[in-house]
């Protein structure tokens, strides 16, 4: 505060007015706004004051600070029904002097506290503030409440999640309510109203995953709020049954289609409209072997698919009937005067690769005729029997042969005949054999000429050839005639193998040798010849060998062809001079400079040789069009061939580069020297090179 002083002493009744005071003073203190709580002298002071008949002696008074008030405030907090308490944290306000608790010396602690417990319904309560065991030196305290708000705790309501078959109407649509505290239930907890979960899907709905839409519907209760929760409703495959349809067939058929029957559709649906994807065939352990009677087709659901549809097989029954064997009598011949043969019979129709002794047949039967040996020449029926043929899994039927009685045979027999491919056939010429009685051509009064024939031609390939037998016009009374065949055999004609002429540098691998093949005839060529195999020529030169010219020998390797056969004729290599490269080597000099010996590297040696074993004689050396005085940059160095050669090399010139650089000055700072005080002299700086005088 401001340090008034009073005046004591005077006399005569007098006071300031009536003594005449003049001028002013205030006390004084070394206190200040940031001194602690105490008591602090407050020093008197004269300062100006003066009288007339008075002087002034100073006294000291005393200036005592007491302790700011701090507010220690409960926080407001909140929870939900049920929960415990918070932690009842306090706020101190009041400091002055910018002070903090932790700056002010704030000593011990203190929390707030309320009388609501976890089972307190919803609503406000005080939380009473607290002083505790708070303490500071320059400070004192006081304690202010607080607000404990307890809202409602939550509830979830979730549809139970359900499932049905595609096609049924959806189930109760029930619901469940979690999150009670307190141990409460929903008749502890006092809810009321109702609330039952929906969903979109229909009869109709496609199988997949639905949302239940949860509901809060009418519910309430004191201490709860409520919050819906979506549950699924599963709708699973319909069932569907495919169902093996009957069947029927022969003993050693192959089975019939296996067809099936799919049953079981809802919503007025069909195959195609369930979208049915995927086939499924039914199938049976009987085979073509298996006997006649009843056996199960087992029913598949095989690839059947549908978006709403499961599938389940069911088996069907394959009837296997009896087959039918044929008993035919054998067609029978003889000659005129013969005796009848025995009229056998053959049974035809068996399956499943069967015989009469697999098939298990028993009995037996014999055909029958009315002809005798002294039938004449002509067709007698002989008639077919069943007799007493029997078999599980056949029933038989007869079929009538014929006995044919003929003239006796003679054969005509072609002489064989030999040439070589591509030449024209020889006259096919041929023998009559066979005479009975004794006879000959002449006596038995044989008739008329025939030759042989081929359908070989010229084009035919190697190998044996039928020469057709034939009875041309020849005729006798008592005898008929029958051709017999004859050979023709055609051998390879020749061809000739000769390598073709190759070139190729020194110091490189031989070229393949391929091969020309000469002397074909009808026309043809390798290909149309059907050539298969292969050959190439061989030669003594290597990589190592020199310039000149050296043989191939032809071969005939693996080559064949069907009509042909081969014989080898050599050729010729030349062996021509291998490229060397000679490159101007690459330089590099700085302007001003004379240029650099301009040599020249040789790249290219074949077989590991260098310029010394490759015999490498003469001398070559690159050129340039840059001078000393040339500027900076890059510059051709032409190569050169020069004087050199070699026995099996030839030589071309490659360029290089010659890279003038700059040329180096050094930039020195000129000493200087001034006095103390004086401000810097101009800095100066002398450039000198090797080649100039210094710049300035």
């Not at 940031?34 to 007339?52: D, E, F, M, P």
């Not at 199960?296 to 069911?314: C, K, P, R």
């Not at 081929?454 to 190697?462: E, H, I, K, P, R």
């Amino acid at each position: 505060p401001v340090f008034t002083q009073t005046i004591t002493g005077f006399v005569n009744g007098e006071d300031a007015g009536s003594a005449g005071v003049a001028g002013s003073a205030l006390g004084s203190t070394s206190a200040s706004a940031t001194s602690g709580v105490g008591s602090y002298a407050i020093a008197g002071s004269t300062g100006t004051l003066s009288a007339a008949n008075y002087d002034f002696a100073a006294a000291n008074g005393t200036l005592t600070i007491n302790k700011a008030h701090l507010t220690v405030t409960a926080d407001n907090q909140s929870r939900l029904y049920g929960q415990t308490n918070p932690v009842f944290t306090q706020t101190i306000t009041g400091f002055v002097n910018g002070e903090d608790a932790g700056s002010a010396g704030v000593a011990g602690s203190a929390l707030g506290s309320t009388s609501a417990s976890p089972s307190t319904g919803v609503g406000s309560y005080a939380i009473a503030g607290s002083t505790g065991t708070l303490s500071a030196a320059n400070y004192d305290f006081a304690a202010s409440n607080g607000t404990l708000t307890i809202n409602k705790a939550h509830l979830t309501v979730t549809a139970d999640s359900q499932s049905r078959l595609y096609g049924q109407t959806n189930p109760a649509l029930t619901q469940t309510i979690t999150g009670f505290v307190n141990g409460e239930d929903a008749g502890s907890a006092g809810v009321s109203g109702s609330a039952a979960g929906s969903a979109s899907a229909s009869v109709t709905s496609g199988v997949g995953s639905y949302a239940i839409a949860g509901s809060t519907g009418t519910l309430s209760a004191a201490n709860y709020d409520f919050a819906a929760a979506n549950g699924t409703l599963t709708i699973n495959k319909a069932h569907l049954t495919v169902t093996a349809d009957n069947q029927t067939r022969p003993y050693g058929q192959v089975n019939p289609a296996l067809t099936q029957v799919i049953t079981g559709f809802v919503n007025g649906e069909d195959a195609a409209s369930a979208g049915v994807t995927g086939t499924a065939a039914g199938s049976t352990a009987a085979a073509m072997g298996t006997g006649v009677g009843g056996y199960a087709i087992v029913g598949s659901t095989g690839t059947l698919s549908a978006a709403n549809y499961d599938f389940a097989a069911s088996n069907g029954t394959l009837t296997i009937n009896k087959a039918h064997l044929t008993v035919t009598a054998d067609n029978q011949s003889r000659l005129y005067g013969q005796a009848n043969p025995v009229f056998t019979q053959q049974v035809s129709g068996f399956v499943n690769g069967e015989n009469a002794i697999s098939a298990g047949l028993t009995g037996m039967a014999l055909g029958s005729s009315g002809a005798t040996q002294a039938s004449g020449v002509g067709s007698y029926v002989i008639q077919g029997s069943a007799g007493t043929l029997n078999a599980a899994n056949y029933d038989f039927a007869a079929a009538n042969g014929t006995l044919t009685i003929g003239k006796a045979h003679l054969t005509v027999t072609p002489d064989a005949q030999a040439r070589l491919y591509g030449q024209a056939n020889p006259v096919f010429t041929q023998q009559v054999s066979g005479f009975v009685n004794g006879e000959n051509a002449t006596s038995a009064g044989l008739t008329g000429m025939a030759l042989g024939s081929s359908g070989a031609t010229q084009a035919s390939g190697v190998g044996s050839y039928v020469i057709q037998g034939s009875a041309g016009t020849l005729n006798a009374a008592n005898y008929d005639f029958a051709a017999a065949n004859g050979t023709l055999t055609v051998d390879k004609a020749h061809l000739t193998v000769t390598p073709d002429a190759q070139a190729r540098l020194y110091g490189q691998a031989n070229p393949v040798f391929t091969q020309q093949v000469s002397g074909f005839v009808n026309g043809e060529n390798a290909t149309s010849a059907g050539f298969t195999g292969m050959a190439l020529g061989s030669s003594g030169a290597t990589q190592a060998s020199g310039v000149g010219s050296y043989a191939i020998a032809g071969s005939t390797g693996t080559l064949s062809a069907a009509n042909y056969d081969f014989a080898a004729s050599n050729g010729t290599l030349t062996i021509n001079k291998a490229h060397l490269a000679v490159t101007a080597d690459n330089q590099a000099r700085l302007y001003g400079q004379a240029n650099p010996t301009l040599t020249q590297t040789i790249t290219g040696f074949v077989n590991g040789e260098d310029a010394g074993s490759a015999g490498v004689a003469g001398s070559a050396l690159g050129s340039t069009s840059a001078s000393p005085s040339t500027g900076v940059g890059s510059y051709v160095i032409q190569g050169s061939t020069g004087t050199l050669t070699a026995a099996n090399y030839d030589f071309a010139a490659a360029n290089g580069t010659l890279t003038i650089n700059k040329a180096h000055l050094t930039v020195t700072a000129d000493k200087q020297a001034r006095l103390y005080g004086q401000a810097n002299p101009a800095l100066t700086q002398t450039a000198t090179s090797s080649r100039a005088a210094p710049a300035r």
